[in-house]
């Protein structure tokens, strides 16, 4: 500081005395020099007035005579000059040796009856003159007196000044250098305090002993410091009470940069991996899962949630969420899914079980009901109870073929058998095996056909998903109403859909919808013989597919059911060790769910 504020101040501060010295000292030598020249052309110029008028008055004398007498006189050169420019007398040469003067500008002044002046080099001397003229009677006389009086005058007086001037400049020059090393030293004040900000002392501030700007600034400066420590200290509570909040969870966590770095683990994702995870080190040494460190990725350059499974330990299934934070880094909380994931193939294992177990006696007794019905030797009460048993065998039947087709597609069991088809071939399929249904029902199956083109999907189980789309629909509309079924194009995939005009359903119902065993109007449902899998069955079929499903209905508008294949150019090529889909055949159609 001291070699670079103190000494810019000093050189200014330096710089602007010894300027203004230079230039008081030259205004001072320049006002001096005016008013003595002008001072000795109104004296010269009442001199020569009076040697006009002697010249004029005098005829005794020679007037060589007389302009010697007129310069002893008056101290200056002395001159006649006639009309026409000739030098008559002079005090200083001889008038013979003199050039003509008719085109001074103080004798042509003259002539015309003014008093002409002039200053220039004398071309007979070579000294320079003030030169002052008054007109006579038949010419004009002329006083000249040397300026190298008032040039020694100037100078003596600015070697004056320049004296007087030392002293006051050296006061100057001390006020300076002290007042140079008082603002230097609250400067460094202001530095320091800045520095140790910087180190983090947030507790620092500067000491004010004025009233100044400086002085202000440096309130401002510590009024800031302030504030941002009271932010710093509510920062750092906030920071100590979400890593308390993090530590404290089950789940383990996972901060990491823009560049995938780790910058933070909780206490769970430590005894997840001891020993294993390193701050600083790159996600990717920790952590060897492609999946989760895509999504990390994707969230890092898309700021969107990213959520996918991750087996990050051998027989451990985690569902990892990757969320964007700020500065373009990121978090990884992780959920364990394992015993979530043996609880539900243990159900699942049981519903397979348990419908495969009652399938067969369920076949029996409805057999033997059928059997019974048939021999026509029971009587009228005997009767109607063996159809009542045929009736709920059968449905059962239904469901436990329902249960173990759902249980297939949800374990991924079940193979589809993929291949290039027209989304048109499927439609039209799909009107031709249930267009007569539709038309037993007293209802009309049409076809809404766009721009055509190719899907990757198994034809049965598209076929199953018409099958429960159409089904509910002719079961729910008026006799003579249309069906319409029919696929759209769409840039990745297509679109297909089955539109009634129906009842509708009400929005509450629409979220739920897709549930297993949800029933909007359980009654109809169950006289009619559904399952409540229908829909389900439908979602996780088109799931598998790569697809998505989706309703849209609104009361007494009809409903438009929606699910999507990928189309063949973008669907990824299957494995072609997949099995051969077993999709069961004479499942019955299925209620709206």
């Known amino acids: 500081m001291k070699s670079s504020v103190f000494l810019k101040l000093l050189g200014a501060f330096l710089a602007v005395i010894l300027l203004g010295t230079l230039v008081l000292n030259l205004e001072i030598g320049r006002e001096w020099t005016q008013s003595l020249t002008a001072q000795l052309e109104k004296s010269l110029q009442q001199e020569t007035r009076l040697f006009a008028y002697r010249v004029d008055n005098d005829t005794t004398h020679p007037l060589q005579n007389m302009v010697k007498q007129v310069s002893e006189a008056t101290g200056a050169r002395a001159t006649i000059i006639d009309r026409n420019g000739k030098v008559l007398a002079d005090s200083e040469a001889d008038p013979e040796t003199m050039e003509n003067h008719a085109q001074r500008p103080e004798f042509v002044a003259a002539l015309k009856g003014a008093e002409g002046e002039a200053s220039r ?91 100044d700007e400086i002085a202000r600034v440096a309130m401002a400066l510590n ?34 940069n823009r560049d995938e770095r780790v910058e933070w683990v909780n206490g769970a994702m430590n005894r997840l991996m001891p020993n294993r995870v390193r701050l600083h080190a790159a996600l990717l040494e920790t952590i060897r899962e492609p999946d989760l460190l895509m999504a990390v990725r994707e969230t890092i350059q898309t700021r969107q949630i990213h959520t996918t499974r991750a087996h990050i330990l051998p027989g451990r299934t985690y569902e990892a969420t990757v969320a964007p934070m700020l500065a373009g880094s990121a978090v990884v909380l992780l959920h364990d899914l394992t015993e979530v994931e043996r609880v539900e193939k243990t159900r699942r294992d049981f519903i397979a ?24 030797t029971a009587d009228q009460a005997t009767r109607e109870f063996l159809e009542i048993i045929r009736k709920n065998t059968t449905r059962m039947s239904r469901l436990t073929q329902d249960l173990l087709t759902l249980a297939r597609v949800e374990s991924g069991e079940q193979r589809f058998r993929m291949r290039e088809i027209p989304a048109s071939q499927l439609i039209r399929e799909a009107q031709q095996y ?18 055509d083109g190719m899907v990757k999907a198994d034809p049965e189980a598209v076929h199953q998903v018409f099958s429960n789309l159409i089904s509910n629909a002719v079961k729910y509309s008026s006799p003579g109403t249309p069906i319409v079924i029919g696929a759209r194009m769409r840039d990745h995939d297509v679109e297909f859909f089955v539109r009634d005009t129906g009842p509708g359903i009400a929005s509450e119902h629409l979220p739920r919808l897709f549930q297993r065993f949800y029933r909007v109007d359980k009654a109809r449902s169950l006289e009619s013989g559904g399952t409540g899998l229908g829909l389900a069955i439908v979602k996780h079929i088109v799931i598998a597919h790569g697809g998505s499903v989706r309703v849209e209905s609104e009361l007494h508008h009809g409903s438009r059911f929606f699910f999507t294949l990928p189309r063949a150019e973008t669907a990824v090529p299957t494995d072609a060790s997949d099995k051969v889909p077993e999709i069961p055949q004479g499942i019955a159609a299925q209620d709206l769910n």
Request: no cysteine; charged share 20%; net charge neutral.
């Open 121 to 211: 080099t004398s071309k007979t001397l070579g000294i320079d003159f003030l030169y002052t003229a008054a007109p006579v009677k038949n010419g004009a006389v002329r006083l000249a007196y040397p300026l190298a009086a008032i040039k020694e005058s100037s100078e003596r007086i600015q070697k004056s000044l320049i004296r007087g001037s030392l002293p006051a400049l050296l006061i100057a020059v001390i006020l300076a250098a002290a007042a140079a090393v008082l603002i230097a030293r609250r400067l460094q004040r202001i530095v320091s305090f800045a520095e140790r900000i910087a180190a983090g002392n947030l507790s620092a501030r500067i000491e004010v002993d004025s009233a």
């Open 223 to 256: 009024i800031t410091a302030e504030r941002l420590e009271q932010s710093f200290t509510e920062v750092e509570s906030s920071r100590q009470q979400l890593e308390a909040v993090l530590n404290s969870m089950q789940a383990p966590v996972i901060a990491v």
């Open 353 to 376: 079980n348990v419908s495969h177990e009652l399938r067969t006696p369920l076949t029996s007794i409805q057999g033997y009901a059928e059997t019974l019905l048939d021999l026509n």
């Open 434 to 451: 249930f267009g007569e249904m539709a038309h037993l029902q007293g209802s009309e199956l049409s076809i809404d056909l766009g721009k």
